[in-house]
């Protein structure tokens, strides 16, 4: 799935990730938004946030990312999960890979889950929200922007 490149056309911003094969550390280029709807959800529960990360660690063990961090919509009670990665398509495909084929916390995600990805922002301020977050996951969404 080529999608990324259709998304965005502008550069790196200043974040770094580690890259867990070479012990070095790159830049993070984007950001990605897993927003969980808890009423799709057969068990909602925060522990998600770390299963998830465990999940992408075991899968895809070469993928530079970090949690950066979540928080939950002003407008819904959906939750967001974000991180960072200097290889946007394999972070988003493994993380898609999850929502479609892993039980987490009791939980399939496909349902319940909207994928985001931004180009990082140089600077953020607390209340800007996911507004330059376009949707990649679920596909017939893609290119919309992800809701609050």
């Known amino acids: 799935m080529n999608w990324l490149k259709h998304l965005f056309r502008h550069g790196p911003s200043s974040k770094t990730v580690a890259d867990p094969n070479q012990d070095l550390v790159t830049t993070a280029t984007h950001s990605v938004v897993l927003r969980l709807d808890p009423t799709k959800l057969d068990d909602p529960d925060l522990e998600v946030r770390w299963e998830i990360e465990k999940l992408l660690k075991n899968i895809q063990p070469a ?80 290119g919309k922007q992800l809701p609050d």
Do not use: K, W
Not at 85 to 99: K, N
Not at 110 to 130: H, K, Q, V, W, Y
């Open 63 to 142: 993928l530079p990312f970090f949690d950066d961090g979540y928080g939950f919509a002003r407008s819904s009670d959906a939750m967001f999960l974000t991180y960072a990665t200097s290889d946007p398509q394999r972070f988003v495909d493994a993380l898609i890979g999850i929502c479609e084929r892993e039980h987490v916390c009791g939980n399939r995600l496909g349902r319940a889950a909207m994928i985001g990805l931004a180009e990082e922002p140089e600077l953020t301020d607390a209340g800007d929200g996911f507004d330059q977050f376009r949707i990649v996951y679920p596909a017939a969404d893609r």
